[in-house]
């Protein structure tokens, strides 16, 4: 959860990496490049892109190596937003490796549910 509000909601990739990442990042979002370097400049890209971004983790599951957080993302405030599932993988402590999953929030249900 730290690496995730560092380096997307304040913007803090870099830092983020250094204090969370290990040795290698695999990547498996076709957008973004394996390796820190790829992530930093993605977010740095996004983020200027969308400068108004917000992030709000709503689950947490952690299994073994792995954590899934279930994320509502906002470009901005009067975005309905995006349901997001980031899933990544741990070795010795430290992220290296990371998928997600990323569905707009539809203007209507088939169900009273909810994406959260």
Do not use: C
């Not at 430290?94 to 088939?110: C, F, G, K, L, N």
């Amino acid at each position: 959860m730290g690496f995730y509000h560092m380096a997307s909601n304040e913007r803090r990739p870099a830092e983020a990496v250094e204090k969370f990442v290990g040795a290698y990042y695999g990547q498996h979002n076709p957008q973004v490049a394996d390796g820190e370097e790829g992530f930093i400049a993605f977010v740095m890209g996004f983020t200027s892109a969308h400068p108004e971004l917000k992030l709000e983790i709503k689950r947490v599951i952690a299994e073994g190596d792995f954590v899934v957080l279930h994320v509502l993302g906002r470009l901005n405030v009067q975005d309905p937003g995006a349901a997001i599932m980031d899933i990544f993988r741990l070795q010795d402590g430290r992220i290296v490796e990371h998928w997600d999953v990323v569905q707009p929030i539809p203007p209507t249900s088939a169900n009273s549910s909810g994406m959260f």
